[in-house]
């Protein structure tokens, strides 16, 4: 995209034309600005809880307190049940469907429920299960 738009602010500045190239070349470069964001998550988990922040631009995604957290499992994650692929809200829940496959659901003590399709989320998913657990 970033190729593309230079491409096009090249040919505009060369012969002149102002106009649709230029807002086509405009457009193409503030959309390179959420590709970045989304194009790589880092997902940490420790004990503050769980935290989605994107890896390129490090913009903060999802903040989730381990005291907010009721229960945490895996599950086969498809953008149909979620709303589709990105970053989805929907009334009770929200989830971050970047692939078809394994994820974790988090079920929050309010009610609500968020999603994120990972790799290998067994691991994360105990953790939380784990650190989330009041001691007795």
């Known amino acids: 995209m970033v190729a593309a738009a230079a491409?096009?602010?090249i040919y505009t500045a060369r012969e002149d034309v102002?106009?649709?190239d230029l807002i086509g070349?405009?457009?193409l470069l503030v959309l390179v600005v959420p590709m970045l964001a989304f194009a790589r998550l880092r997902i940490s988990v420790d004990w503050r809880g769980l935290k989605v922040v994107t890896r390129i631009l490090g913009i903060p995604l999802k903040s989730i307190p381990l005291s907010e957290i009721e229960s945490v499992c895996t599950d086969a994650?498809?953008?149909m049940q979620w709303g589709g692929w990105g970053y989805r809200f929907m009334p009770g829940r929200s989830a971050i469907i970047l692939r078809i496959g394994p994820g974790i659901v988090i079920n929050l003590t309010n009610g609500k429920q968020f999603a994120i399709s990972l790799n290998s989320p067994e691991t994360p998913a105990a953790l939380l299960s784990t650190l989330s657990t009041p001691a007795e």
């Open 18 to 20: 102002v106009g649709a």
């Open 77 to 79: 994650l498809g953008p």
């Open 7 to 9: 491409t096009i602010l």
């Open 25 to 27: 070349a405009v457009v």
